[in-house]
């Protein structure tokens, strides 16, 4: 496996670098002139030639993406047009909400969905089948921003138990943090939970009827036995799929639950750069965005050579 690490970093590394070029390209074709958002559309030509000047927007379209590709392997990425500040130091602020939210979720959706998928495949057609399927068709079609505000009216508004929203800051202590994290974990896990319990479920049921677990309780294990030795490692392969799928939305797509909370998350910066045409911002964490998906299935794909031996054969 060690072997196929240079051919997947090189094939890695030219993904990140054609992803950065289409992303450059679209931000440049958006509508709208960031130095005219800046100085007001009642500001002089020559002002307005100058702060493009400054920006480096008159500046053909290759130079300014070398420019910044150049920037980005520096760290440096560039100055937020809207907030006067570093992007990389804007994105490491949201990122620590945002991560630990990611995390507290998707920790959450395993915690449910892997269980009740492998109980349910393991008494198909019982009670806790039926469960299963409930759960999973129901959070499934509730929106995560619903679930969020049913969080809010019932531990917020009535029973007062919870923050209805904002982000103390880690500063304030480990715990006021999470907090605030818990309902908007909650709300973002439970849909996922649904997808990862119909996955969990189906990878199980397959395994199950695999010559291996049949000479497994021919030997005469237990059904459990059998159940959690051999038919839910060799269903894994699916549903890290999912999960490497399911982090990268919780990453990149929390921001209605973020707006809902009022969370400083990358989701929100997102949001609010694209309203303000804030370019450098936008272009930084869709890059990210893109990076980690990129990263994430590398790291799915390596971990099916780790789980799976019949995959490293041939290569």
Not at 25 to 36: C, K, Q, R
Not at 44 to 59: M, V
Not at 265 to 289: E, W
């Amino acid at each position: 496996m060690i072997a196929l690490l240079p051919r997947r970093i090189a094939g890695l590394a030219l993904t990140l670098l054609v992803v950065s070029l289409l992303i450059f390209a679209v931000m440049d074709l958006l509508p709208g002139d960031p130095a005219s958002i800046m100085l007001g559309t009642s500001a002089a030509p020559e002002t307005l030639a100058a702060l493009r000047h400054e920006l480096g927007l008159d500046q053909p379209l290759l130079l300014r993406y070398l420019a910044w590709l150049a920037g980005v392997f520096r760290g440096d990425l560039g100055q937020s047009y809207t907030y006067g500040v570093p992007v990389a130091g804007l994105i490491l602020e949201r990122l620590a909400v945002t991560l630990p939210l990611a995390l507290m979720a998707i920790a959450l959706s395993v915690a449910i969905a892997i269980p009740l998928g492998v109980l349910a495949a393991s008494r198909r057609g019982g009670v806790i089948d039926a469960v299963a399927s409930v759960f999973s068709q129901v959070s499934i079609a509730v929106p995560a921003f619903w679930v969020a505000l049913l969080l809010i009216i019932l531990f917020s508004t009535t029973l007062g138990i919870m923050p209805a929203g904002g982000f103390p800051g880690w500063s304030a202590g480990v715990w006021p943090s999470l907090k605030a994290l818990i309902m908007p974990s909650v709300a973002l896990a439970l849909p996922q939970a649904g997808v990862l319990t119909r996955v969990t479920r189906s990878a199980v049921l397959d395994t199950m009827h695999e010559d291996f677990t049949r000479t497994a309780k021919a030997k005469g294990l237990s059904a459990s036995r059998v159940l959690w030795r051999h038919s839910v490692p060799n269903a894994m392969i699916p549903i890290l799929t999912i999960l490497g799928l399911q982090f990268t939305f919780l990453v990149a797509g929390a921001v209605l639950v973020e707006n809902v909370f009022n969370l400083p998350g990358l989701g929100r910066l997102a949001f609010q750069a694209l309203s303000q045409r804030d370019i450098v911002v936008m272009q930084d964490v869709v890059l990210f965005f893109a990076a980690l998906v990129i990263v994430m299935n590398f790291i799915v794909d390596l971990s099916y050579l780790a789980i799976d031996p019949r995959l490293r054969k041939g290569m």
